[in-house]
């Protein structure tokens, strides 16, 4: 069975520009995660997506937004990019919350985007 | 606000040796705790998960055990390998309807042969 799969792996870009990530969840799973790992700072909670809908957001700028699709994948955009948007973005895919014990997280192996 | 603190940053060891990785958090409401390692660039492998009912889970040369009440994690590693060298993070679901993990910054493992 696959794993969470992201695309692209490496993506690069200059100030200003759009950087679109994908993200497709373990077969099953309704709900997808993304976080931003940056260099020195652990990882940061960005979205929730869960059947379809954002559920929660973490606390960054509304130029970091998303989707979900009806097939339960998941895009990330990320608009007037800065250099401090640097990092490993990462989707995590779980079974959805309301099937009662808060299920494990399952990760994909991350988006390196830089931003020149 | 639920805070995940890791100690200690990081950690060398001879191979073959025990060692314990510790996690601690500030808010005992829990729903659970999630052990991963991660490689360099690479994403994250969940290793362990225990609920909050449970005071420990074991996985082969991996033992995780949770004290809530003082809001305390420990993961213990038996006949450490090279290739346990990694970045080991714990995480905490949060209980209060947020549903994200909150991570703690992650202990840098490395096993020497």
């Known amino acids: 069975e696959a794993g969470v799969t992201q695309s692209p792996t490496h993506l690069i870009k200059t100030r200003g520009q759009q950087a679109t990530l994908r993200c497709s969840p373990i077969?099953?799973?309704?709900?997808v995660y993304w976080y931003q790992q940056a260099l020195g700072l652990g990882l940061q909670f960005l979205l929730w997506?869960?059947?379809?809908?954002?559920?929660n957001r973490g606390n960054f700028p509304p130029r970091f937004s998303g989707r979900q699709f009806p097939n339960y994948s998941s895009e990330l955009n990320v608009n007037a990019l800065e250099l401090e948007d640097s990092a490993l973005y990462l989707c995590?895919?779980?079974?959805?919350?309301?099937?009662?014990?808060?299920?494990?997280?399952?990760f994909g192996s991350g988006t390196q985007l830089s931003v020149l | 606000k639920q805070e995940v603190t890791q100690i200690p940053a990081a950690l060398s060891v001879p191979e073959g040796e025990n060692l314990v990785l510790n996690c601690s958090f500030t808010?005992?409401?829990?729903?659970?705790l999630q052990w991963f390692r991660q490689d360099p660039g690479k994403g994250l492998t969940s290793l362990l998960l225990?609920?909050?009912?449970?005071r420990e889970q074991t996985s082969g040369r991996l033992n995780a055990s949770l004290d809530k009440s003082s809001g305390r994690s420990t993961l213990y590693i038996a006949a450490s390998q090279p290739g346990d060298s990694a970045t080991y993070l714990c995480?905490?679901?949060?209980?209060?309807?947020?549903?994200?993990?909150?991570f703690g910054k992650g202990t840098k493992l490395t096993v020497n042969p």
């Open positions: 995590a895919s779980s079974l959805a919350i309301k099937r009662g014990a808060y299920e494990k997280l399952f």
């Open positions: 077969s099953g799973h309704t709900s």
């Open positions: 997506y869960d059947e379809g809908e954002e559920r």
């Open positions: 808010d005992s409401a829990i729903y659970n």
């Open positions: 225990i609920q909050s009912s449970q």
């Open positions: 995480a905490v679901r949060p209980q209060g309807g947020s549903e994200k993990l909150v």
